[in-house]
């Protein structure tokens, strides 16, 4: 079961923590927002009535439109 | 909930998810559930309530795994209807490379995760329900049976079964139909499949984790370029079931991250049944040799570009 630690503490190292929100979603419902980012990605996850998550991935660009995945 | 029995015989688990029987089959363009937040007051809601995304992943409505024995996702690649995997843009397809080796972490660090398989299911010739371009995640709460048999390769091998068959396509070439600084592409020399595609990577990479960044840009190039090459071949869309092999997540036995293409089709209209030796007996029968397939699909993905 090392290699489970190991990955657990590698997920730590990559996900760079943004801090939660709360927000209504576009049909109303209420959801949990957390924000972190992921090598280029930037993630939002959203907990839905449900119990159900929706996660949303967006590539951060730089000012001038190009891509962070060399800094990672 | 779903239910796992073990069937003696054959040696393998067999999964009842009967919920799924009801679940959304080829709704028409409007009622997709893929699609962002319909402007129509009285279209139904969406999976996704927002007006636009670039890749969302959520907990399938009808999973045939769920937590805490398993997991089963929805991994759409783009708010567009329309569309494939292959003519995403290519920061988008890199993305989401980016997006399956974050599934694979998250999901492999659960207690109730062995393995974490990520695949496309592309065209009704392979049962696909929905047509938007969307792929699946499922996290098996045991090692499945064709995982466990690539280990044993390893070990009948003496060594990364991968590896050892990647040095022979090298050296063969005849089979070869793509390579970059990356990763190779090649029809096996025992495909099943008429125009099946294995995309490895060059270098021992167990897993998504364990490529660099450089290595995911070029696993996307390349899996662009087979499925460009797919849809060139017979000038159509091509349909294919693709999956990502990668180590199982419980424990650090070696794997070797690859990607591999099921087509079924054997000509541009003519589909390759699993019938009775292949499902009785367990032998597939080819119509076509791997090297002639390999010819065809190197010309298509030199075509397509």
């Not at chain 1, 190991?6 to 927002?33: F, I, P, T, V, Y």
């Not at chain 2, 999976?47 to 999973?63: R, S």
């Not at chain 2, 793509?178 to 167990?206: I, S």
Request: aromatic share 8%; with cysteine; proline share 7%.
């Amino acid at each position: 079961m090392q290699g489970m630690a190991d990955k657990r503490e590698g997920e730590k190292n990559e996900e760079d923590k943004r801090g939660g929100e709360e927000r209504k979603g576009e049909a109303g419902q209420s959801m949990d927002e957390e924000r972190v980012a992921f090598g280029p990605l930037e993630i939002k996850r959203h907990l839905e009535d449900d119990g159900r998550t929706l996660i949303l991935y967006t590539l951060r660009v730089r000012a001038g439109g190009e891509d962070m995945s060399e800094d990672t | 909930m779903s239910e796992e029995r073990f069937n003696e015989l054959r040696g393998e688990p067999v999964v009842y998810a009967i919920h799924r029987q009801n679940r959304t089959f080829l709704p028409a363009e409007e009622r997709c559930p893929l699609c962002p937040t319909p402007l129509a007051a009285q279209a139904p809601e969406t999976e996704i309530p927002f007006p636009a995304f670039e890749i969302a992943v959520f907990d399938n409505l009808y999973p045939a795994f769920t937590s805490p024995h398993g997991a089963a996702e929805v991994l759409v690649y783009t708010d567009s209807h329309h569309g494939s995997f292959a003519i995403l843009p290519p920061e988008r397809a890199e993305a989401l490379m980016w997006v399956w080796r974050h599934r694979y972490q998250e999901l492999g660090a659960r207690e109730d995760i062995r393995y974490v398989l990520i695949f496309e299911n592309r065209g009704v010739e392979v049962g696909v329900t929905l047509h938007h371009p969307h792929g699946q995640i499922y996290g098996y709460p045991f090692l499945p049976p064709v995982p466990a048999l690539e280990l044993a390769a390893d070990e009948r091998l003496g060594g990364c079964a991968v590896c050892i068959l990647l040095g022979r396509e090298l050296k063969n070439r005849s089979r070869v139909v793509y390579e970059n600084d990356g990763v190779v592409a090649y029809v096996p020399y025992a495909a099943r499949w008429p125009y099946e595609v294995h995309v490895l990577m060059r270098k021992h990479r167990p897993s998504l984790p364990d490529c660099t960044t450089v290595e995911l840009r070029l696993l996307a190039q390349g899996l662009q370029s087979v499925t460009r090459g797919y849809d060139a071949l017979f000038a159509r869309p091509f349909p294919y079931v693709m999956v990502v092999h990668q180590a199982p997540t419980d424990e650090r036995r070696q794997g070797h991250l690859h990607v591999e293409f099921y087509p079924p089709l054997r000509t541009a209209q003519k589909l390759k049944y699993i019938a009775g030796s292949e499902q009785g007996a367990g032998t597939f029968i080819g119509d076509t040799l791997p090297e002639d397939s390999a010819l065809a699909l190197r010309e298509a993905i030199a075509r397509a570009g």
